[in-house]
């Protein structure tokens, strides 16, 4: 199974971006569906995941600006960022957890916020 990361890019400070990642098949018995952020020089950061249920998390520095969103038909994961800055520039890659708690990663997709 490969996700599919696409939507990036690079986008003017108060801008707006659609990310999406796709299952190259089909992925039984998913937990949590989710975006992670990478700034150069830093870690690994969650930034928004949404389980089967419907729960969502969102790290302090999106909230209200970013919204997760998931098609459980496609296998399929999406984030709507609005009101970009720079600080929410790296790399976003998105991430699929089953239930026994393997997860799969996308590649990753850039996203860059000029000033």
């Known amino acids: 199974v490969q996700l599919q990361a696409s939507g990036g890019g690079l986008v003017q400070a108060g801008g707006s971006l659609r990310l999406s990642c796709a299952a190259s098949?089909?992925?039984?018995?998913?937990?949590?569906m989710g975006w992670y952020r990478q700034a150069p020089g830093k870690q690994r950061d969650r930034v928004a995941t949404?389980?089967?249920?419907?729960?969502?998390y969102y790290a302090d520095s999106v909230k209200g600006r970013f919204t997760i969103s998931r098609d459980n038909a496609k296998n399929t994961v999406y984030l709507q960022m609005n009101s970009l800055n720079s600080e929410d520039t790296g790399v976003y890659y998105c991430?699929?957890?089953?239930?026994?708690?393997?997860?799969?990663w996308g590649q990753g997709t850039q996203v860059t916020v000029s000033a």
């Open positions: 991430m699929v957890r089953t239930s026994d708690g393997y997860a799969y």
């Open positions: 098949e089909r992925i039984f018995s998913i937990n949590n």
């Open positions: 949404v389980t089967s249920g419907g729960t969502t």
